[in-house]
């Protein structure tokens, strides 16, 4: 294999050794290279991707409390009329900052936990491409995180929208520096998606096992595979707005000062050519993880797997072409309307392609509605009443109507909450025994389950009304006088949301009682194969050896898994499966041909250091340029020291961990 | 690391089979990070061909272009490319010296057309064209600025290249490695060949 490093022997060696005896390949003058397998310096050092994989769903966990603790303060706020939870400057950070966290550093990251832990595995490789790079997007990702929310005590946080419209986050409108730190925070976190989506583009791309043709791809691979695409061409459109814009507040350029002649449509249009394919990118994911499931709990093939890959990709070509739908209110001329109106209404046909094959997949199973299955079910209907709305949205006149108002709040939840996060959900639940080797606990997940539906329902359901009754968003009260009468009565409404976040939040914390309870002591161990699995990430132990798959896995059908361990004895195009292998069989078939030379890549330095030096000069562009330059010499030593890493060793220093066969490795 | 070349050659046979395309993953990640530029200097360009004509009167593009100069710096650079591709072939006949040779030349033709950009900017200053001047101005040292950006990044990878090259620490295929330096060269060149004709030539 290309990523191939460094063998774990020699540097074991090296590290028992004094640093006098080290070899100038392993050591940086004083400076051991880190070996670690256990302890903090096996995090802080790793190169993993299933390492690498569990921090970013640790970290995103912990932003996904801190982001629902913000909506939280908003709805807490809006629960009555004229709230005083929050001051009017206070709320339009926490707004803003709430929405920057999910999209930016919850749903995104936690996409990339899946992406990274599971692509690797689903296509029967041992590591990602550049497992170094994976390593430094991870460090990126929570240092811009961090970098990010250290705002609130600066000064506070960002003002203006997750959005950002310039000119309103000029210094005139937004004199604290949480704007800077919001910009500058992207920056990075965006870095780290770039590096993310060039890296796995090339692992699925060029790593995939023998056999495994790109219409046999595991579909979350193939989602996740899109989504790359996607990362790649948007993030650099919106790093071009967001260094225009600290060069607007940090250095006074003019890109946005109307009064020196600049077009205020300029950032709004950079914005959403990022931020729309920005939506695809935070829902495909889950997409890929539903149409993982529904097959394994409805005991029956994904029905029109190439449709579902194709109108993936569909959804990723046409998503470029639908931003301005998010700017129909700004005067765009009736040609510009009526084109995205109607490129928006036609992205709805993949989308309904995909909804309609999820339920054919699951008509006439033998389904089993365990937890991951009811979250699964969970994305296809709370996703299509977002969707809906989301067609109403494509009518330029009613979207007209609609435009900042309670209405469209409503619609994105749907979607990203009922589409993006609940898919996330689900995708814990069925990959959690695969990535700790334990069960989460089935009944307790039930009324997580629950808990989060009827909170998310009674949330963001009354938006809809809210919204049509006239309540624009971001408006940090509301008054009695104004909030109507009867049923659409948006004071019982707003109250009613209220309430539903803490159902939702309550949903929550039990998932979180739900990891405590399963990993208590005494628990028991998870099965090989819990759930009757398909695809090639089951082909490994619970949870997965550090080099993954003792044998590289020879592929020749879609769901090789599930064909290794049945047989079709049917004829004449009808098909009947009979069991002839157990995993446990399947496994052991693998071990006992294990590759006798395996390659695994070694931990570096090198990654977080890079990533460190990031912040640092952000910390500068904002409060001292002696910084920013600190900041980049330590980035220029970083890439120097990363640069000059060897990649090989030679083979006889190559530990071959299974030690059973000497015959060197096909794919090895 | 003295027996680094025999393990790339070992390194390159492995990935050439060993990849499901038979691309080396190296040049199939440069590529990929090739198109996010073009989004890159795309947005750059459409900010720039927006605010063109936005400036005072005597503060233009057509007052303050002098063409014939920026035709001789941008010949220098089209030239450097020529030197990369010879550098590229050194390597394909593991010419070290020669590899070195055009590597330097390529890093010193791109330090001359970055110098002529300093004179340029200093020329434009010192006539009252600074950077928050007007529209024009801001997105025209954006956008000429991030590329001058990119030939720098780029003179100092070829610097140290060369240097690696020296003390043969060069991780991998060197042979790969110096193509991949050649295919960032190139597209850098090509960016200015675009940036050259919209932004000098086409008047404003």
């Known amino acids: 294999m290309a990523i191939i490093e460094r063998p774990s022997d020699e540097v074991e060696v090296v590290d028992q050794s004094t640093p006098s005896e080290a070899t100038p390949e392993s050591s940086y003058g004083v400076f051991r290279r880190p070996v670690e397998t256990t302890g903090w310096k096996s995090w802080l050092f790793t190169i993993d991707h299933k390492k690498l994989g569990i921090m970013y769903g640790v970290v995103a966990m912990f932003f996904f409390v801190v982001g629902g603790i913000e909506a939280m303060l908003i709805r807490l706020q809006l629960a009555g009329p004229n709230g005083t939870v929050l001051s009017a400057d206070k709320y339009n950070q926490m707004f803003t900052m709430h929405a920057t966290t999910m999209v930016f550093l919850f749903v995104m990251p936690m996409a990339a936990a899946f992406a990274n832990y599971f692509v690797p595995l689903q296509i029967g490789a041992r590591d990602v491409a550049f497992p170094r790079i994976n390593a430094f997007g991870f460090w990126a990702f929570l240092f811009g995180g961090l970098f990010l929310n250290t705002s609130w005590f600066l000064g506070g946080g960002a003002d203006g929208g997750w959005f950002m419209y310039a000119p309103n986050s000029s210094v005139a409108f937004s004199p604290s520096n949480g704007v800077d730190f919001w910009g500058l925070g992207l920056q990075i976190t965006g870095i780290a998606s770039l590096t993310g989506a060039i890296n796995l583009i090339v692992t699925v791309i060029n790593m995939r096992a023998p056999g495994m043709s790109l219409m046999k791809l595991p579909i979350f691979t193939w989602m996740v595979m899109v989504v790359q695409f996607l990362l790649l061409f948007a993030m650099p459109v919106i790093t071009v707005a967001l260094f225009m814009l600290m060069f607007q507040r940090s250095f006074d350029a003019t890109f946005f000062t109307v009064e020196a002649g600049a077009d205020p449509l300029l950032w709004q249009h950079l914005f959403w050519i990022f931020g729309h394919p920005e939506v695809y990118i935070l829902v495909l994911p889950s997409f890929g993880i539903v149409s993982e499931i529904l097959p394994v709990f409805s005991k029956k093939p994904l029905f029109g797997y190439p449709l579902i890959v194709f109108s993936g990709a569909a959804i990723g070509f046409v998503g470029w072409g639908v931003w301005a739908h998010h700017m129909f209110a700004s005067g765009l001329g009736p040609i510009s309307v009526a084109a995205f109106s109607v490129a928006t209404m036609a992205i709805a046909i993949p989308t309904g392609v995909k909804i309609v094959n999820w339920t054919l997949t699951m008509w006439g199973g033998k389904i089993k509605f365990t937890v991951p299955m009811l979250y699964a079910v969970g994305v296809i209907i709370q996703f299509t009443i977002g969707g809906l709305s989301g067609v109403t949205h494509s009518v330029a006149p009613s979207d007209t109507q609609q435009t900042d108002t309670y209405y469209i709040v409503a619609h994105f939840h749907y979607v990203i909450f009922g589409g993006a996060v609940l898919g996330l959900f689900a995708g814990m639940y069925y990959w959690w025994p695969k990535m700790f080797g334990k069960m989460l606990n089935e009944r307790l997940g039930r009324v997580n389950f629950w808990l989060t539906i009827i909170g998310m329902n009674l949330t963001f359901g009354p938006m809809h009304i809210i919204g049509l009754q006239g309540q624009p968003r971001r408006m940090y009260q509301w008054t009695e006088n104004r909030a109507g009468e009867g049923f659409f009565n948006i004071g019982f409404w707003n109250l009613v949301a209220s309430i539903g976040t803490f159902v939702l939040a309550l949903g929550v914390l039990l998932f979180f009682v739900n990891i405590y309870v399963s990993h208590r002591k005494g628990t028991e161990k998870a099965p090989l194969d819990p759930w009757d699995a398909r695809s090639l990430e089951w082909i490994t132990t619970n949870p997965p050896k550090e080099h993954n798959f003792d044998r590289v896995p020879q592929v020749g059908h879609l769901d090789e898994f599930f064909h290794r361990k049945y047989e079709d004895r049917g004829a004449d195009g009808h098909h009947e499966f009979h069991q002839v292998a157990t995993a446990e069989e399947v496994l052991a078939e693998e071990e006992k041909n294990a590759d006798g030379h395996i390659h695994l890549p070694s931990p570096s330095y090198w990654p977080i250091l890079l990533a460190f030096s990031l912040p640092i000069m952000a910390y500068g562009v904002i409060y001292n340029l002696f910084l920013l330059l600190g900041g980049a010499v330590l980035a220029l030593v970083s890439f120097y020291g990363w640069g000059l890493e060897p990649h090989t060793a030679p083979e006889e220093d190559y530990d071959p961990p299974t030690g059973t066969s000497m015959e060197v490795a096909s794919h090895g | ?204």
């Open chain 2, 1 to 204: 690391m003295a027996d680094t070349a025999v393990h790339a050659d070992d390194h390159v046979d492995h990935g050439a089979h060993h990849t499901s395309t038979g691309l080396s993953n190296n040049k199939l990640a440069m590529w990929m990070f090739l198109g996010s530029e073009c989004l890159l200097f795309g947005g750059l360009i459409s900010t720039y061909m927006l605010y063109r004509g936005r400036h005072s009167a005597n503060l233009g593009p057509d007052q303050v272009w002098d063409i014939p100069f920026t035709s001789a710096s941008s010949f220098v650079l089209l030239m450097s490319s020529l030197t990369m591709v010879l550098a590229v072939s050194s390597a394909n006949r593991d010419d070290d010296r020669n590899t070195k040779l055009w590597l330097s030349v390529t890093a010193l033709l791109g330090a001359l057309f970055v110098a002529g950009q300093v004179y340029e900017f200093t020329t434009f200053y010192r006539e009252g064209l600074g950077f928050t001047t007007s529209l024009f101005s801001s997105s025209f040292f954006t956008l000429t600025g991030f590329h001058g950006v990119h030939v720098s990044v780029g003179i100092i990878m070829l610097m140290s290249l060369v240097g690696m090259i020296s003390k043969n620490k060069v991780v991998g295929d060197k042979k790969e490695v110096v193509e991949l330096f050649g295919l960032y060269w190139h597209f850098v060149d090509v960016v200015w060949i675009l940036i050259f004709t919209l932004v000098y030539l086409i008047p404003a």
